[in-house]
């Protein structure tokens, strides 16, 4: 899969230019990538298959593997922005196969990723938010809280087996999932349909989430009995994932797409744990910016954070939020405090 404008989301819209054209630590990249590659496979197969037939007690280990997830989704986020690697091929390459071992094909995951950036906190992208009375209603808020603690991982994780259905249903779960426009008229639709039913598109989607497919059967059935361990770590990484996703954008002003909210971690934890994923109102502005550039583009600009991570990500707990409960702007800078790392 190339990054030719036929195949990827245009991100024109949306967006804003990176800064300083800065080459990613390419090297550094594929050590992560190999790490993470290998962890999964010692989840998947490893584990069950020598480990576990030693002593049950080596399933413990699936707990530090299910917490480095949001590592994982970031190693492949950098692969979604294209800069992972300076070759496409290779970045692209990689990270189709970190893409099947989180779960889902990478065409989807790139698509639902850089559509969020077109058009984040749009009528199209502001999951926590609901018109009227609506939000306070109990099928909203079931909703809201199904997608919250694991739902938004297990419906891409489900787009594997949806992925190798005959193209027509492919395509009217497209129009469904896509369809609708914001206010200006704007819609995912048809990047969408680039994206994924192009033939060469419709290939790679259907090679990759056959791969999904045949990867986690495979673990299960290499699991046996043990299969709920297999299980448990997968509603973990389905909760992290799911959890993390909107903390960045949770109550923040509507209809600005840049706007995001930058997260207060530990430095050497914020890289070690997510590559300064934090740092997540510099990505927006920078999308094209690699992750070791993040923290010195955030000191240069004289940026803050919102608040720890952790107390910041819980305020998402409070369920959904009716449109007028949004501020009208962006909040005014607050000046820098204690809890900035340095």
Known sequence: MSHDKGTRPDLAEGTAAPRGGAVPPWRLNLVLAVAMAALNLVQLAALPLWLLPL????????????????????????AIHGILHPL???????????AVLFGSPFRILRLGHLMHHRFNRTELDRT?????????????????????????????????????????WVARFVAL?????????RSMRRA????????????????????VVAVFALAFWFY???????????LGRAFLVSFLDNAYHYGTPPDDVLFSY???LPRPVAAAAMLNFNFHAVHHRHPALPWTQLPRVFDESGDVHEGPMAAVALRQLRGPLPLSGLPAAARPRRLKTAITPT
Do not use: C, K, Q
Not at 192 to 211: I, Q, S
């Open 55 to 78: 002593d049950m007690r080596w399933g413990l280990l699936l707990i530090p593997i299910a917490l480095t997830t949001p590592l994982l989704w970031s190693v492949l986020h950098e």
């Open 88 to 98: 496409d091929a290779v970045n692209d390459g990689i990270g189709r196969g970190l």
């Open 128 to 168: 926590e938010v609901y018109a009227g009375p609506d939000a306070a209603s109990p099928g909203a808020r079931l909703i809201y809280y199904a997608r919250l603690l694991a739902g938004l991982y297990l419906a891409e994780f489900a787009a594997s087996a949806a992925a190798l259905l005959p193209r027509r």
């Open 177 to 185: 999932t896509f369809g609708a426009e914001d206010g200006d008229g």
């Open 192 to 211: 969408a349909e680039r994206h994924l039913l192009e033939p060469h598109a419709m290939r790679d989607l259907r090679l990759d989430g056959l791969a």
């Open 224 to 234: 046996g009995a043990a299969w709920w361990m297999l299980a448990l770590a997968l």
């Open 262 to 264: 930058n997260l207060a």
